[in-house]
């Protein structure tokens, strides 16, 4: 089973791993965005002068794709990084700020330029529906990648959607592929929501299993879990060799296993006669 995360459960994980389990919020931050930066590697290979062009937020959906970005651009990756905020001075590289309206100049170049496009705009702990700046940026991500193909990969969740239920409170992002820390959240199976996400991966966060399901109230039910439960069937074929063998190793004390009584032929006055020059 794999737990399935209401926003306000995913606050009491992250509470409980930095006060009790002793982790600090930026090891929780670093471990996610380590973990994301490794599958797009995979995904995306071989990464090495690939143009990604990462979109950040100012809460902590925009410091995992900071992460991220440091993460891809050890890697090899060209990575420039559009900040819909004011600038941090904890990235070491060239951060570009679209603090308003007249920054929107800058997408359009950045999304053609761009091989993918990294979203840590907005996360769970976002409410209501993207606004302002962070909605036009969304849209024309949007606009982008439908025209052009371009991947997107959401951290998280997708920028504009909700954590708690499939509700498209206003514009948002759709992913090519969803990179979701710790375990899944509701809105990324519930429609019509889910159609953003794209292909869903958990990354983990470095809290042991147990405490991270330990709170949660709803799981997403596997194969392995269910097929303990039901018997495996033997299929058609398997029967037919079963009883094939069956009669080839019968012994000849045995009785005779029933035959099937061949049809007799028809007589031939119940045939119909040929009439006509055929």
């Known amino acids: 089973m ?3 995360f209401t926003a306000a459960e995913m606050r009491a994980l992250d509470a409980r791993a930095i006060e009790t ?5 930026p090891r929780l ?8 930066a490794a599958v797009i590697a995979r995904e995306w290979a071989p990464l090495r002068g690939k143009r990604v062009l990462a979109l950040c937020g100012r809460g902590n959906n925009g410091g995992d794709g900071f992460v991220v970005a ?31 309206e007249s920054g929107l100049g800058l997408l359009a170049r950045a999304f053609a330029e761009a091989d993918l496009v990294v979203d840590g705009l907005l996360g769970t702990g976002s409410t209501g529906a993207a606004r302002g700046v962070t909605a036009q940026i969304i849209e ?7 025209r052009d193909g371009l991947p997107v990969i959401a951290l998280d969740l997708p920028s504009g959607l909700g954590s708690d239920d499939g509700a498209m409170p206003g514009p948002a992002v759709r992913a090519t592929l969803t990179l979701t820390f710790a375990g899944l959240k509701r809105s990324l199976l519930l429609h019509p929501a889910s159609e953003h996400a794209g292909r869903v991966v958990v990354v983990p966060i470095g809290v042991p299993p147990a405490e991270v399901e330990r709170g949660v109230t709803s799981f997403l039910l596997e194969d392995s879990d269910i097929r303990p439960h039901f018997p495996r069937r033997p299929s058609r074929r398997e029967s037919i060799c079963s009883i094939s063998a069956c009669s080839a190793t019968q012994s000849p004390s045995a009785p005779a296993s029933p035959s099937i009584p061949r049809r007799r032929p028809w007589p031939a006055r119940w045939w119909p006669r040929r009439r006509g020059p055929w």
């Open 2 to 4: 794999q737990p399935i």
């Open 21 to 25: 389990l002793g982790i600090p919020g």
């Open 29 to 36: 931050m670093e471990n996610a965005g380590r973990g994301a």
């Open 70 to 100: 440091r993460h891809l651009r050890a890697r090899g990756a060209r990575v420039r990084v559009l900040l819909a905020a004011q600038a941090l001075g904890r990235w070491r590289g060239k951060v570009e700020e679209i603090g308003d």
């Open 140 to 146: 024309q991500l949007n606009r982008a990648a439908g």
